[in-house]
């Protein structure tokens, strides 16, 4: 690989990769207005995508008055790439290759309140890799992965999706070539570290946009904005939050790609091996607990005592929504094995301790939802519905909780049979398997299920009673719901 932008891009660009920028577009009169001139031909020739032509504006720029302008910066890779994709002559292609590595290097230079380093240095390996890969020796390949280990420790949560994937890519070729799985388990620990958060923050954000959309709709119903005044902010309120779900699912879908590839690295077996050894020596290092328990959580090795001691010391020192909501599940996986109820009681302590730690509405929906059903299996019925409906209150359409409450009326019918008609309970529980169906059509399968097992009031208790079909009937006992007779 050849040393990137060192002597090419010093001759190129004269010298001005330090530059301390004392005039934003010249020292004189007419070199401001040669710089003016050459940022508005760059603007116009890029949003015309005359790219060789903006390339031109381009150089004059960033040689002569590099802060003239950070859109210089945050166009070049686009403008770069399709310059690199259309060129033929091999030794022009390679010298826009390093232009274009340099333009990461430089805009926090230039920018920093705009570009942060880490940013630079993760782009600058993933156009490394992507351009120079395949001729990269080992140890220059261990540089990039070196570039991409610093980047994401900078930017952290805020680490792009396309740097997380071609960072884990890498630390796959490396744990090949040296069959050394610790570059691919380390990277799988730093992507569980981050990306959950990363993810959480974009969907904080987008229900904040969503929030700040349906208060704007409000107002219009109301009279108290004009169309016009409307038309404005609905607008840049419909990007953000239309940009911020993108992100979330960028996220997610970069995780999950990245959870699918370490799967024939990362068995429970080699993690314990791994973290067993670490945890002994790292219980002061709460940075690396936390990504010991998210690559084990997400490895599914929820019933080693490994994962188990880790998750406690991390709660004990840093509780917050995930460490309160893990140990909540766990204490009801522990009641399966044990039938305690202390279990379920510590359970429901920990889940409601993840309600207040959390910070979106799907947070708070399962981790009610998981309230629900452990009161669901100590029996306390009534507060398992109010939990259900807590979580529905956070998420209108999640099926599965209206499923629970169904469970929940079909398995009164013992309790309730003194002081109501028999098996009238069922008919609640179908009025609520029809309504997780229609919230989320996902649960078909799981409520045509619950409803075959339905055992109806017989005909003769419907004539004893005057009762026929359509009619409306009002639930007692502690259900007190209206339903349909059927």
Same mark, same amino acid.
């Not at 290759?97 to 590595?101: G, P």
């Not at 890519?169 to 569980?192: F, H, M, N, P």
């Not at 909540?328 to 522990?334: A, D, E, Q, V, Y």
């Given at each position: ?5 060192v ?27 040669k710089?003016?001139e ?14 060789? +032509?903006?390339?031109? =504006? ?9 802060? =003239?302008? $950070? ?25 826009l ?5 340099y333009?990461? +290097? ?7 309140e ?14 490394t ?35 997380w $994937? ?24 730093? =992507? ?28 219009? +119903?109301?009279?108290?904005i ?24 960028n ?9 699918t590839?370490v ?5 429970? +077996? ?13 219980? $002061?290092?709460?940075? !690396?607990?936390?990504?010991m328990?998210?690559?084990m ?30 140990l ?7 009641w399966?094995n ?21 910070e979106?509405n ?18 306390a ?16 359409n999640?099926?599965? !909780? ?5 469970k ?5 019918a ?5 002081? $109501? ?7 609640? !529980? ?7 169906? !229609?919230?989320?059509?996902?649960c ?34 502690w ?8």
């Open positions: 690989m050849k040393k990137l932008v002597a090419i891009m010093m001759l190129a660009f004269g010298g001005s990769l330090f530059a301390q920028c004392p005039f934003k577009y010249g020292a004189t009169e007419e070199d401001s207005l710089g003016l050459q940022v508005s031909l760059f603007n116009m020739s890029y949003k015309a995508k005359n790219y060789a +032509e903006a390339y031109e =504006a381009w150089q004059y720029i960033v040689k002569h008055c590099p802060c =003239a302008w $950070d859109g210089v910066y945050t166009n070049a890779q686009n403008m770069l790439q399709n310059l690199i994709k259309d060129e033929k002559d091999s030794l022009r292609r390679e010298h290759i390093d232009t274009l590595i333009s990461y +290097e430089v805009r926090s230079n230039y920018f920093p705009k570009f942060t380093k880490g940013y630079g240095l993760g782009f600058k390996a993933y156009n890799l992507i351009y120079r890969g395949k001729n990269c020796t080992s140890d220059e390949l261990m540089q990039v992965l070196d570039w991409f280990i610093q980047s994401v420790e900078m930017e952290k949560e805020k680490t792009q999706p396309a740097i $994937d071609k960072y884990f890519q890498l630390a796959e070729i490396v744990t090949k070539s040296k069959r050394d799985t610790s570059y691919v388990i380390e990277a799988y620990g730093r =992507a569980t570290d981050y990306l959950d958060v990363s993810t959480n923050n974009a969907l904080v954000k987008y229900e904040k946009q969503s929030e700040a959309l349906e208060a704007l709709n409000a107002q219009l +119903e109301a009279g108290q004009d169309r016009m005044a409307y038309d404005k902010q609905a607008k840049v309120l419909s990007a953000d939050t239309a940009r911020q779900m993108k992100l979330v699912l996220y997610r879908k970069t995780l999950k790609k990245i959870e590839a799967t024939p690295y990362a068995s429970c +077996e080699v993690l314990e091996e791994v973290y067993s050894k670490k945890l002994a020596a790292s219980k $002061d290092d709460i940075s !690396a607990i936390n990504k328990v998210m690559t959580y997400k490895g599914g090795c929820l019933s080693s005592p490994v994962f188990k001691e880790a998750l406690q010391v991390l709660h004990n020192a840093n509780p917050n929504r995930n460490t309160a909501f893990w909540g599940n766990l204490s009801l996986s522990s399966g044990t039938k305690d109820n202390a279990e379920l009681d510590a359970a429901i302590k920990y889940l409601q301790t993840a309600i207040e730690l959390s979106t799907e947070q708070r929906a399962d981790a009610n939802y998981t309230i629900a059903v452990a009161y669901q299996l100590k029996g019925y009534s507060e398992s519905r109010n939990a259900a409906y807590a979580a529905l209150k956070a998420n209108p999640m099926g599965k !909780a209206y499923i629970l409450i169904g929940l009326y079909a398995a009164s013992g309790r309730c049979s003194g002081e $109501d008609l028999p098996l009238a309970c069922c008919w609640a !529980a179908a009025d609520k398997y029809a309504k997780a169906v !229609a919230v989320d059509p996902s078909e399968k799981d409520a045509a299920k619950e409803r075959a097992n339905l055992r109806y009031p017989s005909k003769d208790d419907l004539f004893k009673r005057g009762l026929k079909a359509g009619d409306s009937y009002r639930v007692g006992c259900i007190q719901e209206s339903t349909t007779v059927r």
